[in-house]
């Protein structure tokens, strides 16, 4: 009996673990309070699961060695904070914790309930097309229909429903880069494929140097590992052809870099 008490618990703690992870996804780039009330009920629900069921066999995957590497490099990023390091610790426990803590949770959600992963990809995919279309319409109409956030008066960049371009970019890039992975495992490719090009011209948009150093190296890097050469060529091909269509955009990379 308190065996299938047990098993109960842990599929009503898992769904709704799943639940708050699904909802950080979707409120992500509209809401902080949103996205930070989701982060505490998930990691609460997850520190009551571990107390409960005190199993951590899924940290063998070595994607969680260069997590532990980062860990540390957090750590040895303090010997520089000098009369700042109360601050550093302060946002190290606090803020970086947070982030570990739902990397973790996101890592056993995943393993234990891998179908779940199709959901996430969904909900980012069905979330990145709408911040696509929304950064659309700012550089036509000058606002965002999100948040009414106007262009960066200076260099005219959408930021999307984001305060700085720059916070858009890394939207942009962590989002083109799941879906390009859900793009070449999915068998019905047209509206992927339609998404990462409103992603792509998205970032272009954001005139964000960091984003655009960013997605090249880690999309040219993604072709390398996965030995696809005729997309390098074709993915230069594409770079080289929107400097042509977009005369403005290709004077902004040349000055920038």
Partial sequence: MEFLFKEKLLKILDGFISTCLICLIALLPISNAAIEICAVLAILAFIIKKYIFFDFGYL??????????????????????????????????????????????VGETIDSAPKILKKFLIVSAFVSG???????????????????????????AITGPFYYHNDFATYLSFSFFLIFGFFLQNKDKHFLLLLLILLSINLLFTYSRGGWVGFTVGFLFCLLVMKKKKWIVIFLGVFVLILFLFPSSAESIFFVF
């Fill in 60 to 105: 063998k995957n070595y994607i969680y060695f260069f997590l532990f590497m980062y860990i540390i490099a957090l750590g040895l990023s303090l010997i520089n904070s000098g009369v700042y390091l109360h601050t550093s610790l302060k946002t190290l426990f606090l803020k970086w914790l947070e982030y570990i803590t739902l990397f973790l949770i």
């Fill in 130 to 156: 709408l911040l696509g279309i929304d950064g659309l319409y700012q550089k036509i109409i000058g606002f965002d229909f999100l948040r009414n956030y106007p262009l960066l008066t200076d260099i005219s």
